[in-house]
């Protein structure tokens, strides 16, 4: 097509590629798509929470599709068996169950039927995940009480799409001002972070990973300086909110406050 592939590549940090291509203007008005389905979920909409469990004995598949709903805000929990997640779904019920079809043990249909027996067919919305997309396959699995059907790979729209039809969410989206925190004002140069802590929140906040955030966080928990815990208190109040740019511009506003002990 007449155009130019590079790549610019560091060791040890990654990689990017870019190309350019030329191409004929386009003809006539361009009319933007105004259409809310292809709009950019960033996250949840204030006041809306989604306690999600994902249930998959393939654990790249749970990462992903954990970090999928974490980053949009959703309290993820995870199972990587049938007979783990009646367990999971014992200690608190979940909002909605994403359900892996075929795991060793326990299917998933076995497993839906199961947990329907016992809390009822609209207590806990539940998501099948599968590999086929094969409608007679699916009009079986249907049989068992599933309430929709994720695909994998997983696509980011259609895991939004599930939470906004089955449980009525609504989102926030990158073509709109983002909506004003809750969480109170602090005076970051009041606030210190261990350093052993600092370094995985960072991590974990640049992966909008809010389970790795709470894990981090837990050693702060007990600490006795009063400017531990305050910042303790602060992310607190962003991960509950999900809002994880405002803990990314916090951790690094310590650091700059020289906070880091």
Known sequence: MGGEVKLEST????????FEVELPPAQGQVVANKGGENREVTRLSAGCRVNALVVDDNQN???VLSQLLEAIGCRVRVAESAAEAFDRVKEELPDIIFMDIRMPGMTGDVATRRIIAEHGPDKI??????????????AGHMSA???NFLSKPFRFPDVCASLKQLLRVEFEYADEPAAPTTAAAVDVAKCAIPSAAWVPLKEAADR???TGLKKAMEPMENDGDAAVRMATGHLKRLVQEGDMDQIGTFLDQVKEKGGVK
């Open 11 to 18: 060791p040890g940090k990654g990689s990017r590629f870019h």
């Open 145 to 147: 009480g599933f309430h």
């Open 61 to 63: 598949n749970r990462d």
């Open 208 to 210: 909008y990973s809010l």
């Open 125 to 138: 919305k539940i998501v099948a995940i599968t590999a086929s997309v094969l409608e007679h396959e699916k």
